[in-house]
């Protein structure tokens, strides 16, 4: 099989890749609400993400919250939607369940911010006006910079906005947002020359022999 | 019906092989396409990379609700192809108080291989006779002239991509052409060559060539370690026990737990093996002329100390006492970095093939160094898939560059700023990792816990594993040439340097998962339990052809080598069965 060949073809059969066997097509019972997962589970662990997904860790205050700060730090623009477009509560709200290790940081954090600014302002964090809430953001989103007295926010802060950003990044909003052109058959044929240009590199004549 | 009773299969097969990994699934292709009947048996369930009920390969990270974050059946990630991990349920293993052993195992059929690494590095003639070059370790039996030849067939059966270098402890193969180094990597070349260290073409286990009609080419999605649907990459499912099973003569028993080899106790020779069906529970025996343990370093040994009888009290070919001794896993640390010229980069599809597309071998003459043995060195990078962890730690990057306007801004941050600041440093990070060779020290072994049974009743190992200074200077050096090559590129390194406080950050003994040595092979009996064909001394139709027999490993990764010497034990199985010698 040549690749040159199979990459002109547009079926994955002919990269010699797998299709559907018939008898899966023909055995499948009808599922009226098919348990959906990562593909290619062993059946331990669709029970696992069964019973993650079954229960319940944050509260729908609590995801509300999370989906103010998670439109803070992703909020839509120019180029691409926000967080909450993107669907990041869901994933977090997954997430703190898939790993208990989160579960008691984003609590608490999220006590600690809405104690904050209840202190501040009277309200919880969701319901303050969205400038009082900048006014908090900007005390706690610089780690480096940040007076003593904000330090458990500002963890909570950064960790709040690492698993946004993943949520973000790992949807097709957020492939389309940073460009990402992968995960799809090709034929590397290395570096466009305009970026070697760029940076003042070629290739080693080894590299041009094809046996 | 009573659960003891032991159900005995009438059938005796030619060879009886444990475990499915590379060097089972050598054994089991090679006895197989020579005609012998064999039985496989593999306690892990049936894997095939082409099958769609398997397939993660070109998933998307929202197909996974956790984006591909890793689990505790699948450590390196949801779409990762093995089944099974550092803590299996129900099968533990322990560490003697201040010593430590990480055992990563994979229970499907190929084991480990359907998402190992795939650097394939045959190794160096000097590699098998360390000891008396440097007076510390041990040589091997043998010699690199033994496994030439079975590296060329390995070469031209799997396929294997790299250049010929003519580097003398670094032996050429029979190479595909290699695939064109990514940005970072060509920048990485340029700046460790400027300071003397070389960088070279990787070299492993993807077809960027087809080979032959049952394998497809490499298409380049960067995904090895989901194992590969065309077959372009090598599995020991894929490429080694499915065409097994397509000669007739195979026998697979998937879920087959085993728990012991069985012995004539009038000749002392194997009659085959005992094992737990994963999935009824119940006891099962079966029989063979010839038994082959291929379970992986540490399983093999296991089951050999778990079979006792009145004539091996210390378990079975174990009269020299050396079985679990000598127990060695490569050393490893790493460093990773941001590289500012990294920035801004124009977006195009840079996956390539499912790793390194070049690596650093040794490049230092060890008697100018405080320790005795080397290490080459890994690289990552590029602009590669997001997958869960992306954009993580954004906070220790994004200071240290200025704005678009060049004014310097405050790390962390939100927003339309963040937003930018995320797609700007995208594929503007490298890492890099040393793999090196570690003195065999009787003193790391692993043995029975004498207290422990996994769920199927089996008794479990216990690990004493320390690291000794040699493999402590070497992280060092490590660390101290990460940080060169680093600041070579323009480079600001991430984190704190480790340093004496933490090894220099020397990964724990077996988290680098190249753990070898359980088995001994060697000339004297006294001192080794396999000859130099990985043949029993004491039991001359028991066989060991995973990596149990290595004497020691060098600073290559292991699996070339156990598939190079699986099939020249085959082949020296199959010469003695015509001469009728077992
Ligand atoms: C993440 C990762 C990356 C790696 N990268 C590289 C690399 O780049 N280069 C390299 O050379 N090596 C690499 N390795 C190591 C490589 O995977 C192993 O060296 C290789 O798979 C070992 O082959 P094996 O046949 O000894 O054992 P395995 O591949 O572990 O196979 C052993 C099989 O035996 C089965 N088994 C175990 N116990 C029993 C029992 N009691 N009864 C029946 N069956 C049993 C297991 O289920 C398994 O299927 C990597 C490993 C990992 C995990
Ligand atoms: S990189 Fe190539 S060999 Fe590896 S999985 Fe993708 S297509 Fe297969």
């Known amino acids: ?211 | 019906m009573n659960l003891f009773e032991i159900k005995e299969q009438p059938k005796v097969y030619d060879v009886v092989i444990v475990g499915s990994g590379a060097g089972g699934g050598m054994a089991a292709y090679q006895l197989t396409k020579a005609g012998a009947k064999v039985c496989l048996l593999e306690a892990g369930g049936y894997f095939d990379p082409a099958d769609p009920k398997y397939i993660t390969q070109l998933k998307n990270p929202w197909e996974s609700p956790r984006r591909g974050a890793s689990t505790r059946t699948r450590p390196f990630g949801d779409f990762d192809a093995a089944w099974g991990g550092w803590d299996i349920e129900g099968e533990q293993y322990t560490a003697m108080p201040g010593t430590q052993f990480r055992w990563f195992r994979s229970r499907m059929l190929g084991g480990r291989t359907n998402h190992w690494g795939r650097i394939s590095m045959r190794f160096g003639p000097d590699d098998f006779r360390r000891g008396s070059m440097t007076g510390i370790g041990d040589d091997w039996p043998t010699s690199y002239e033994d496994y030439a030849p079975y590296y060329d067939k390995v070469d031209r059966l799997i396929g294997l991509f790299g250049t010929k270098e003519g580097i003398r402890n670094e032996p050429d193969g029979i190479f595909l052409p290699p695939p064109k180094p990514r940005l970072h990597e060509l920048m990485l070349k340029k700046a460790a060559g400027s300071i003397g260290i070389p960088v070279i073409p990787s070299r492993m286990a993807m077809l960027t060539k087809p080979i032959n009609d049952s394998r497809g080419a490499c298409f380049y999605c960067a995904q090895c370690g989901r194992a590969c649907q065309a077959y372009a990459d090598f599995s020991s499912s894929s490429v080694l026990c499915i065409p097994a099973a397509k000669t007739g003569n195979l026998t697979l028993i998937n879920n087959a737990m085993v728990r012991e080899v069985l012995t004539d106790p009038n000749t002392g020779l194997s009659t085959g093996v005992s094992y737990v069906n994963k999935l009824d529970l119940k006891e099962y025996s079966i029989k063979g002329k010839i038994v082959i343990l291929a379970a992986s370093t540490c399983e093999t040994a296991r089951i050999m100390l778990n079979s006792k009888s009145p004539r091996f009290a210390r378990g079975l070919a174990n009269d020299s006492g050396v079985i679990g001794k000598y127990l060695n896993d490569s050393t490893g640390a790493s460093r990773s970095a941001f590289i500012p010229a990294l920035m801004d980069r124009k977006r195009y599809n840079e996956d390539g093939v499912g790793g390194m597309h070049v690596f650093t071998p040794w490049w230092v003459d060890n008697s100018k160094l405080d320790f005795p043995r080397g290490y080459h060195i890994e690289y990552g990078g590029g602009m590669g898939m997001p997958g869960f962890g992306f954009g993580g730690g954004i906070e220790r990057v994004n200071g240290l560059f200025p704005d678009r306007n060049g004014n310097k801004k405050k790390a962390g941050g939100y927003g339309v700023a963040l937003k930018d600041d995320i797609r700007r440093t995208y594929g503007a990070y490298i890492g890099m990792a040393g793999r090196g060779e570690p003195i065999p020290l009787e003193s790391n072994y692993c043995e029975i816990d004498p207290n422990s049974v996994d769920k199927y009743g089996i008794p479990t190992l216990r690990y004493h594993y320390k690291w000794s200074e040699n493999e402590i200077k070497q992280a060092k050096h490590m660390q101290d040439t990460f940080e060169q090559i680093i600041h070579a590129m323009g480079g600001i390194p991430m984190g704190r340097k480790p340093d004496a406080s933490n090894n220099y950050g020397l990964a724990q003994p077996g988290e680098i998962i190249h753990e070898v040595g359980t088995v001994r092979m060697g000339n004297d009996p006294k001192k080794s339990a396999l000859n130099g064909w990985q043949q029993a001394h004491d039991v001359k139709n028991l066989f060991v052809v995973d990596a149990a027999p290595f004497v020691s490993q060098g600073d290559k990764n292991v699996t070339w080598t156990i598939l190079a010497s699986s099939w020249r034990t085959s082949d020296y199985i199959m010469e003695q069965v015509k001469a009728k010698n077992i």
């Not at chain 1, 909003?173 to 290395?190: A, S």
């Open chain 1, 1 to 211: 099989m040549k690749r040159r060949d199979t990459l002109k073809a547009l079926s994955l059969s002919s990269l010699g890749m797998a299709v559907l066997p018939t008898t899966d097509l023909v055995a499948a019972p009808p599922d009226p609400k098919p348990f959906k997962t990562t593909p290619a589970r062993i059946p331990e662990e669709i029970e696992r993400d069964k019973k993650i997904m079954a229960d319940k860790f944050l509260t729908p205050a609590e995801l509300a919250t999370i989906g103010i700060l998670a439109d803070i730090i992703i909020p839509a623009e120019g180029k691409s939607g926000s967080a909450t477009q993107a669907g990041v509560p869901a994933f977090i709200d997954f997430i703190v369940k898939d790993m208990p290790q989160y579960q008691t940081p984003i609590r608490g954090g999220l006590r600690w911010l809405d104690n904050h600014s209840t202190k501040r302002f009277g309200k919880s964090f969701a319901g303050i006006t969205p400038k009082q809430r900048i006014e908090i953001v900007e005390d706690i989103a610089y780690p480096d910079d940040v007076k003593p007295e904000f330090s458990h926010g500002a963890a909570f802060f950064s960790q709040i906005r690492n698993l946004t950003v993943t949520g973000f990044y790992t949807t097709r909003m957020g492939f389309d947002d940073l460009g990402y052109m992968g995960n799809t058959p090709n034929d590397w044929q290395g570096v466009p020359q305009d970026v070697l240009d760029k940076y003042g590199l070629k290739y080693d004549p080894i590299y041009d022999k094809k046996d």
